[in-house]
């Protein structure tokens, strides 16, 4: 009788010894556990697990898998063309307005009196040739309203595409469009429509593509729904701020000053290395029956020139706002 009460007893004290030990290891395996996830926490950033909730064929797909810490900052009300940048709505200026200021308010009678005085009139293969001051006027209003519709679409459908969407777009442009893909398979789409800001110099804009090379710096590439870029003015117009006033003032400089202010923006605020700028021109209508890409130069000493302008503009205006 003792000796089965003594045996029951040692196997009760040899029971609570196993689960004592068995909670040691299972607290233990935790606690490795613990470890183990934080070390991968700890090797991975925000971006990359971001990425994880990339999917293809959705709209924001490239937003996500290559998103960055400052992408949260900004946002874009389409209708009125307004960027809220950190709280703040509408005290940003976006880069395309900023670049509009260094050249000359288009003045469509001015134009028009250079036109009429000039030769080309008198051509009949000029495109204007018999037509009035009015009739060119209009002409340039319709051109004006089905380009940006036509280009909106066009940007739109291309963004779709680099997102892994299906798109339907049968028009010339688009065809264009495929076959600058076809011949540069190399390029790796990286972001679409990005939305960025300087907030020192109040600047934001939205960048229409950015590939990444294999080093992991990026090109910059504009999509352009025009039917040729011109280099020199046909007029001997130039910019009208001192630093750059050698630019010409035609649609080719006017966006090179658009892709080196976005470059300026990534390399100083986004740790990026931008090594080249392009535009691609898409038109059912222009010469080439096809694409045509074109790279701008990189303007340096303009750019820095220019920013130090922007920048010394802002703190006045801050001073100003503070009296």
Known sequence: MFSMLYILLILIFLYNISI???LKIRNKIFDFKKLILKYID???SNNTKMSSLAIPGTHNYLAIKNAHPRDENIS??????IYTVMGERGTYTSVTTLNHHHFSKFDADKILDNMMNSKKMFDPNYKYYGMTREEIKTSWDKNRDSSAGSGTK????IECYYNGMDVENDSIEFQYFLQFVKDFPEL???????MVYYEEMKL?????MIFENPDGTIQIYDWKRCKEITNESNFGNYAITSCI????DTNFWHYSLQ??????ILEDKYGKKVTGLYLVCIHPDNAYKSYERIQVPILEKEMTDLFNIRLAEVNSNQTKDKH
């Open 20 to 22: 004592n030990f068995l």
């Open 42 to 44: 700890s090797q991975y």
């Open 76 to 81: 874009f009300e389409e209708g009125p063309h």
């Open 154 to 157: 066009m940007h739109y459908d």
């Open 188 to 194: 790796k789409p990286y972001r679409t429509e990005w």
């Open 204 to 208: 934001s804009g939205s960048i229409d």
């Open 245 to 248: 006033s050698h630019l010409p």
């Open 259 to 264: 892709l080196n202010t976005y470059k300026k």
